[in-house]
């Protein structure tokens, strides 16, 4: 069909159109498909918020917990809760638990183990792996964690737990291993070739040193194997070897009716019933008697023959002579069998020499029931008996069902192969023995459980240890023939005893002695001080007492301190008392006496009366007194005295008292001019108190004084001053006490119209003052004496309260006694004086009463048991022990009491010596040997009936030491392994010779003198045998030369401490140690153990060499020396001048301590001194004063003549002067006066003139009103003294000035000071005591003032003065006595040590003597050889009677002697310098000498013996462990002995252990030279071990370095990097390619040194290395052999370095040549003349320029 040509255009088109509807079709299908996807999802959706606490008012589920709950947007806006789904809503609240403090009791998270770690690289896949290994690969392990309750473990919810504590982690990271490979030693050498001719093996092997760990790779094979071919065989090989197999298990024979019953087997071997023999069944199958194993073996009935095996049997015609039995294809060749006529005749003999047994046998039989006949029935019944108790402890008995039984084994025929064959092909003359005696095996048995013993405690005690009771039960039936152990025959339990009756237990409690007296030690900073007399020491220290352990009585206990009770019980052991002891030592405090102290002395009173009541003695006194300032310890007696007195005239009680002088008032009222001044007066007593006015009636009253009121024209004069102190304390023959006033003129007068001024004598005035003479007296009283009974006071009231106080033990007072004192008069200065001298009313009083203190009398405990016995038994029995007593004091005696008594332990030997109660295994004869039955050997070629080997068996019996019978269960517990029951044995055939044991060698008269022999004997027939008699083969007697015994002694170890002889301790009254009783320094001597060696050089004992042990050497301990610091320096002036500050004192160090004695103080840095004291000082403001004279006369400067007034200038002295009680005294330096204060010495005015107002000095300012403010003011005043004339006035009176804060006005504060050091009393040690700070008034502009400025403004005082404060008692280090040395630490060898201790009973403290070091000394033990049994190696394994098989190796147990130290092997000595020992090897009490053991065969392949266990090893990086543990391995190789069988071996074998104490090793790889193109590679372990494996592989070094192609070109060689390369002094040229083309010789350049004699440069010349030079000596090293090429054939970096310099250099040439041949420029004209340029010099700093 044609299309139009049309068609052909248009069929596109539809087809386009039709695409394009589709594409918009689907395109609609996506955008609805996203409509609906975005319409499904919803645009509100809920939110929760966190879930809150749970709430409740009960604890448990019954709570409730909310959360919020909101519609939100899904672009995250809130919005109404309508907006979501209703239905949808999640809940706001639910039940829960609500957790209380309790439910911590009931609640607990449960943690699960951790998984395996897994990798982070697993978990993480971002995370690469590394490509090497070091320490291990980072993993995670989790865990499962969940909270559970605690009583059943059911899962509670998490938030229970979470509230208690946070919830553990539920993973941690952890560390995978790398993974290890095994590790391998070095082979061992070849073995020898496995055959002598032919082919054969050689085997070398090697061991595990460290097994694969963590997926290391496997062990390599462990044997490696090479044929080996020493030599063509003569013959033809033997390929078959015979072969035994192990013994099988321990038969009963058979009954001879069972083997009569036994089927005649088709066999041309089996042998025929015999018949006639009766049926003899074993005596243990019978059905009526039991099994007797009593009756096993009998040795008392040597002759009865067995009746189970019986050999021998009685004449049997009837048995025919078996000529049916042909030739035994098993035993081929059998030359030892006799003929049938011998072996009859022989049978023959033998029923012959039975038959006359039996008739022997019969008639002593016969003889024995005849005696017996003769015996009455009670004689009968003991022999029954006692043959019954014989059967009964004979072996086999009671304990033992010893039955002897046969085991058999396999003979075959093995080829080399390994396959078996025909026994007729294994050419051996004679079969080994397939049986042999055996005991049945049979376990051990016990009886049932016994009741349990009787509680070991007796009484009740509910807190007492409580006591044991046991069981046991007894063995039945011993293990024999390798059964089952016995159990243990012995349990206990704890137990207490139980029913009405029991008693209580008797109780002991802990009992003391009363403390004794307080002891105080010195301080450092008193040791110096108080050296003479130190009785009087207060304050802390330490007081001991003894603890003893008693029986506690019913009564209810009491204090330990207390000793109320004095009831003295006896001391027992003090082991008895369980609870902890009370303290030995405690601290104590001795109360200081407080000293008096007294005030300063008053001002010297009136002269009064002694007695104003009694005035009719005209004498008078003077007093002054002073106060005491505290109670002093004792009252006031010890004071000293407080009132002095002056003889007087004159005296009286009261008299008037000038208060003061009233106003001036002039006569006649007028206005100035003479006048008088009335006196205001006060009557006061002798003490200046003011009394009644009545009283100074008879004293004379002050009369007016005169004064005169200066009128204008008048002189004016000045007050008189104050009368000034009396020069003169009292008044003597060169002294005379004095006291001045002064006036001065303050105007003159007028011409003649006034008053004159008196002259210069008249402004002064001198009194006489203390006219009383210099004689001072005053009471003195001493020391009050002895307290003595007063025998006015009635004695009844004494003896009671006497008698009373002896009963409680008090320290009461038992009676009223008296004390008297003297009291003297005593003049000062001079001495004692008559008493009228003193006032009497003064007198102090002589008696006083006193209480007498009881008496008190010594009490000591009674003594205690003795001590026992040692009950240990002393082998020796030479040394006799020795038992003690004791009595304890536990009061003192005082006040004239009872003594003690001087003996207060006793001692005495033991009475006699303990008797050992040791256990031994007795063994009784061996029984006769007991054959395999014949019947079961009888087959065996070269068999015979009587003789063999068999076994025979023997009776154990447990004894004590002296031999007498005891229970064997107790030689099992105490006695050691039992000794074997059963031994093998051999009967002897007819031509065996039998020999006794060697006996001992005969003892040596003397050492290297002579011999000594021993001998043995034939026994029995073999006497009579000629072969027996030969003594080449069988010598009777051994001689060998006695030995040469030869010692030496020499030291050995160290030198001991050095240690204080015994007795250096001084015993106090009540036997306790104080410190320095004991001697702690001094000469002691020190030891050294000496060794005692043989010629052998083996350990002997020391007395071989006539030693005792030790070597002794004296040795000095050096003593402590304290701390010595200087005495104490003087007090420092008081820090301030006025008010409070501080004074120190100090002490240096002077010697410092060594070897332990008291420390230093610590230095105090501030002040640089060991120790300084701080105490607080007041220095009173006042006691410094300015004492200002009286002003001088004026001097007028500008004088009118005629007036004498005008401008003038006065002047005065002013002192400082030190203020006292009585007022300023003494004239001191200016500088400790206040400078501030000090008065005008000079001041300039104006001098009135006539008729002129004038005015009195000015006052003191008036004090600012506080708080200090400028709107205040002060003011001073003055008084006009002479009034002006006429038209004059006075100046003002009164002036007046701003208070300025700092200037004129001052606030004032307290200050408080720093507290001083803690101050104690006067002989105070330490202990409590006083720390003081004191107030200062301090002004605002800082200046401290007298504290009278604070005072009066009443400010609060807020602070505490004083504060109690410690001083740390200095209490010196108590120790205990040493104790007893102790065991040797080891009971042989060189290393043995003898050590003694003592503990700390009181600490040091503060600067006691602190505790020397050594708590513990040594002495070294006496050297003793140490004797051990050991074993020899074992024997090479032997299979007796084959080539191959089952066999035995055996071994010897021998005595070595060794020095203990374990470095050496020991030696071998006489077996019976062990005989004390218990046999055992390295603990082990089962000796093993002999054990089983295979001998391959020929062409077998076998597995070696396990190797020994390899060194413990850690595994490590770098040293570090990584905490993986220790291991250590042991392996088995595989021998071969065909190169046939090798497919047939086992497997090798390797097991490994944990361990502890393992090393870290590192492995890395050795290199060896090189060899041409190769050279060894090794790993090497760090402790020199060449190993394989264990070094990385991949870091492995390379062994070989072949070049492909290979170095054929001259001097050239395989390098390193496997190319290339040329020799010494050759270079490389090489191909495009890069290959080596040839070898070059490098060109020289020699560069002269110091040494040339030639200075030029040598020319370039060819050099030869291999050729000799014959340059001088020394230039060697001075030739460079510069290689442009690699060995890789590229050129060198400093061939391209040189071609660039050199390029530089010719640009730098070509540079230079080019400026040179350039032609210059012309140069252009300077503006400037050349000669007009001035010559500018640069001056260099020379002079000369």
């Given amino acids: 069909m044609r299309l139009p040509a049309g068609g052909a255009a248009a069929g596109p088109r539809p087809a386009a159109r039709i695409f394009r509807v589709a594409l918009l079709f689907m395109w609609l299908l996506d955008v609805q498909a996203q409509t609906l996807t975005n319409g499904n999802k919803p645009t509100y959706i809920w939110e929760t918020g966190p879930w809150g606490r749970c709430m409740g008012s009960e604890c448990g589920p019954g709570g409730s917990q909310s959360r919020a709950v909101w519609c939100a947007h899904s672009e995250g806006w809130t919005t109404l809760h309508t907006n979501c789904l209703q239905s949808e809503r999640p809940d706001n609240q639910q039940s829960c638990f609500r957790v209380c403090d309790w439910h911590k009791e009931l609640y607990d998270w449960q943690l699960g183990a951790w998984n395996q770690c897994v990798p982070v690289s697993m978990r993480n896949p971002g995370v690469p792996r590394p490509a090497v290994c070091t320490r291990g690969e980072e993993g995670l392990q989790t865990r499962e964690v969940g909270c559970v309750q605690k009583a059943d473990g059911a899962p509670a919810d998490d938030a229970i737990c979470e509230y208690f504590e946070p919830k553990p982690r539920l993973e941690q990271a952890c560390l995978i291993p790398c993974p290890r490979d095994c590790v391998v030693s070095e082979f061992s050498p070849w073995t020898i070739c496995s055959k002598t001719c032919g082919m054969g093996l050689q085997n070398r092997v090697r061991s595990i040193l460290a097994p694969p760990l963590f997926g290391g790779s496997a062990c390599p094979n462990l044997t490696e194997f090479r044929t080996c071919q020493p030599g063509l065989c003569p013959g033809p090989e033997s390929m078959f070897s015979l072969r035994v197999g192990s013994w099988g298990p321990c038969a009963i024979p058979p009954s001879r009716q069972a083997r009569q019953a036994e089927p005649e087997p088709p066999t041309p071997t089996s042998r025929p019933k015999r018949p006639g023999r009766r049926n003899r069944p074993d005596k243990p199958d019978r059905p009526e008697r039991p099994n007797r194993p009593d009756r096993a073996n009998r040795p008392d009935r040597p002759n009865r023959p067995e009746r189970a095996n019986r050999p021998e049997r009685p004449n049997r015609p009837d048995k025919p002579k078996r000529p049916d039995r042909p030739n035994r294809p098993d035993r081929p060749n059998r030359p030892d069998r006799p003929d049938r006529l011998t072996r009859q005749e022989r049978q023959a003999k033998r029923r012959k020499n039975k038959e006359n047994k039996e008739a022997k046998g019969e008639r002593v039989r016969q003889r024995m029931r005849d005696r017996g006949k003769v015996k009455d029935p009670e004689t009968q019944e003991l022999i029954k008996k006692k043959r019954t108790r014989n059967r009964q402890n004979r072996q086999g008995g009671k304990f033992w069902d010893l039955q002897v039984g046969y085991q058999t084994r396999e003979v075959m025929c093995v080829h080399r192969s390994g396959s078996t064959e025909e026994l007729s092909l294994c050419n051996q003359q004679s079969l080994p023995v397939t049986y042999q005696a055996c005991v049945i ?399 009497e009313s003064l007198r102090p009083e002589t008696v006083r009463p006193c209480l007498l203190p009881c008496k008190r009398d010594c009490i000591v405990t009674p003594y205690s048991d003795w001590t026992p016995c040692p009950s240990s038994c002393n082998a020796g029995g030479v040394t006799k022990k020795k038992q003690s007593r004791k009595r304890i004091i536990i009061q003192l005696p005082a006040n004239g009491g009872q003594d003690c008594p001087e003996v207060l332990f006793q001692e005495k030997e033991c009475e006699a010596p303990s008797v050992c109660t040791g256990y031994r295994w007795k063994t009784h004869k061996w029984r006769r040997c007991q054959l395999v039955p014949w019947p079961i050997r009888q087959d065996s070629p070269g068999a015979q009936e009587t003789c063999g080997p068999g076994l025979q068996a023997r009776a154990v019996s447990c004894r004590k030491q002296d031999g007498g019978q005891v229970d064997i269960g107790v030689c099992l517990k105490l006695a050691g392994p039992m000794p074997s029951l059963t031994q093998s044995c051999q009967l002897p055939c007819q031509d065996d010779c039998q020999l006794t044991s060697w006996s001992k060698f005969s003892s040596c008269a003397a050492d290297c003198v002579g011999v000594r022999t021993r001998r043995r004997a034939l026994v029995g027939k073999s006497k009579k045998r000629d072969h027996c008699k030969n003594t080449q083969i069988y010598p009777l007697s051994e001689t060998q030369y006695c030995p040469c015994n030869k010692y030496n002694a020499q030291p050995v170890g160290n030198w001991s401490d050095c240690i204080l002889p015994e007795g250096g301790r001084v015993e106090g009254l009540l036997g306790m140690k104080v410190q320095g009783d004991i001697k702690e320094c001094g000469q002691g001597y020190r030891y050294q153990a000496m060794v005692c060696y043989d010629q052998d050089n083996r350990l002997v004992e020391t007395s071989r060499c006539n030693s005792h042990g030790y070597i002794e050497e004296a040795c000095i301990i050096p003593c402590p020396s304290d701390c010595k610091l200087s005495e104490w320096s003087n007090w420092s002036r008081c820090s301030k001048s006025c008010g409070s500050g501080v004074k120190v004192r100090s002490k240096w160090l002077r010697e410092k301590p060594y070897n332990g004695g008291r420390p230093c103080p610590k230095l105090d840095h501030v002040n640089q001194a060991q120790v300084y004291e ?386 870290c090793y590192d492995y890395k790889w050795m290199t060896g030279a090189w060899k041409g193109s190769s050279r060894l590679v090794w790993c090497q372990r760090s402790d020199g071990l060449n190993v394989t494996g264990g070094c990385l592989a991949t870091s492995e070094p390379v062994s070989d370095r072949s070049c492909d192609p290979a170095c054929d070109k001259p001097r050239s060689y395989c390098t390193e990097a496997g190319i290339c390369g040329c020799e010494e002094g050759y270079t490389e040229v090489m191909t495009s390619d890069g290959v080596l083309d040839q070898c070059t010789v490098i060109p020289v350049l020699e560069i002269p040194t110091a040494g040339d004699s030639k200075a030029d440069v040598k020319t370039i010349r060819a050099f030869s290395p291999t050729q000799p030079t014959n340059n001088l000596p020394g230039r060697s090293g001075r030739t460079w052999f510069l290689q442009p090429f690699g060995p890789d054939g590229k050129l060198k970096t400093w061939v391209y370095g040189v071609a660039a310099g050199a390029f530089v250099l010719l640009v730098f040439i070509f540079s230079m040549t080019y400026l040179a041949c350039k032609k210059p420029k012309k140069p252009q004209r300077r503006q400037m003349n050349n000669r007009l340029k001035p010559l500018t010099l640069a001056y260099d700093g020379d002079a000369d320029m």
């Fill in 441 to 839: 095996t049979k376990d051990c048995e016990v009886t049932e459980w016994s009741e349990w013993a009787a509680c070991s405690k007796e009484c009740y005690d509910l807190n007492g240890p409580k006591g044991q009771r046991t069981r046991t039960r007894r063995i039945q039936q011993f293990n024999v023939g390798g059964g089952a152990e016995c159990p243990h025959l012995e349990e206990s339990e704890p137990c207490s005893p139980q029913g009405d009756g029991v008693p209580p237990c008797v109780a002991y409690s802990w009992k003391a002695t009363e403390w004794s007296e307080c002891r105080v030690d010195v301080l450092l900073s008193q040791q110096d001080r108080r050296r003479g007399n130190q009785t009087g020491l207060c304050g802390g220290g330490i007081q001991n007492r003894e603890v003893y352990c008693v029986q506690a009585s019913s009564d209810p206990p009491s204090n330990l301190s207390s000793l109320k009770s004095k009831e003295a019980s006896r001391p027992v052991n003090s082991d008895l008392c369980l609870g902890v002891p009370p303290n030995t030592t405690q601290l104590c405090h001795i109360p200081c006496p407080v000293e008096c102290e007294v005030s300063s002395w008053s001002a010297w009173g009136p002269c009064t009366f002694e007695n104003c009541q009694d005035q009719s003695s005209k004498k008078g006194f003077k007093l002054r007194k002073r106060r005491i300032l505290n109670e002093p310890t004792g009252g006031t007696g010890n004071c000293p005295h407080l009132t002095e007195a002056i003889p007087c005239e004159e005296p009286s009680c009261y008299d008037w008292l000038l208060v003061k002088l009233e106003e001036c008032i002039p006569d006649n009222d007028r206005e100035c001019g003479p006048g008088t001044q009335n006196p205001q007066v006060q009557c006061i007593n002798s003490d200046g108190e003011y009394v009644d006015t009545q009283l100074c009636r008879d004293a004379i009253l002050p009369m007016p004084v005169l004064c005169e009121v200066p009128c204008p024209k008048d002189c004016v004069l000045s007050p008189w001053t104050a009368w000034s102190l009396c020069s003169h304390t009292c008044s003597g023959k060169n002294t005379e006490g004095k006291q001045t006033r002064a006036r001065s003129i303050l105007a003159y007068n007028a011409g003649e119209g006034g008053v004159q001024c008196p002259n210069s004598s008249a402004l002064q005035e001198i009194r006489s003052c203390n006219e009383h003479p210099c004689t001072v007296y005053h009471w003195q009283t001493g020391p009050w004496g002895q307290c003595i009974e007063d025998t006015s006071v009635p004695s009844a009231n004494g003896s009671l309260s006497r008698s009373g106080a002896g009963a409680s033990g008090t320290e009461a007072s038992c009676s009223v006694g008296m004390q008297t004192r003297k009291v003297i008069c005593v003049r000062v200065n001079v001495g004692q004086v008559p008493p009228k001298k003193c006032p």
């Fill in 1174 to 1559: 701080v105490v607080p000082c007041q220095s009173d403001c006042g006691q410094y004063v300015w004492l200002a004279e009286p002003w001088s006369v004026w001097k007028v400067s500008n004088v009118d003549l005629k007036e004498n007034c005008g401008e003038g200038v006065q002047t005065r002295k002013v002192r400082c002067m030190q203020n006292t009680i009585d007022g300023p005294s003494d004239t001191v330096e200016d500088y400790l006066c206040d400078p501030e204060e000090m008065p005008l010495g000079a001041r300039e005015s104006k001098l009135p003139c006539p008729e002129d107002c004038v005015l009195s000095d000015w006052s003191p300012w008036s004090r600012c009103p506080l708080p200090c403010n400028a709107n205040n003011t002060r003011e001073k005043k003055a008084s006009p003294i002479r009034q002006p004339g006429e038209s004059k006035q006075c100046p003002p009176t009164t002036e007046k000035e701003p208070c300025t804060l700092n200037t004129n006005c001052f606030h004032y504060s307290y200050n408080i000071t720093d507290w001083s050091t803690c101050q104690l009393s006067e002989r105070a040690v330490c202990g409590s005591g006083i720390k003081t700070r004191m107030l200062d008034c301090v002004r605002s502009d800082g200046k401290s003032v007298d504290l009278k400025f604070c005072d009066e403004l009443n400010l609060e005082r807020k602070w505490q003065m004083n504060a109690s404060c410690v001083v740390e008692c200095p209490i010196n280090c108590q120790l205990s006595d040493w104790s007893s040395w102790s065991e040797c630490t080891h009971t042989c060898g060189l290393s043995g040590k003898l050590w003694r201790r003592r503990t700390v009973i009181q600490a040091s403290q503060g600067d006691g003597r602190p505790c020397p070091a050594q708590l513990e000394q040594w002495k070294p033990c006496p050297v003793k050889p140490c004797y051990s049994w050991r074993y020899s190696a074992w024997s090479p394994c032997k299979a007796e009677g084959a080539r191959c098989g089952e066999g035995l190796r055996f071994r010897n147990v021998s005595c070595f002697v060794s020095d203990g130290s374990g470095k050496q092997e020991g030696s071998l000595v006489d077996e019976e310098l062990c005989g004390d020992l218990e046999q055992t090897v390295d603990g082990d009490k089962q000796i093993t000498l002999e054990e089983p053991c295979t001998v391959p065969c020929p062409g077998e392949c076998y597995l070696t013996d396990w190797t020994v266990w390899s060194p413990c090893q850690l595994n490590c990086v770098g040293g570090d462990d990584l905490g993986f543990g220790s291991v250590q391995v042991r392996s088995r190789a595989v021998l071969a002995q065909e190169p046939e069988n090798l497919l047939q071996c086992p497997e090798q074998e390797w097991e490994a252990r944990p361990c502890t104490d393992g090393q």
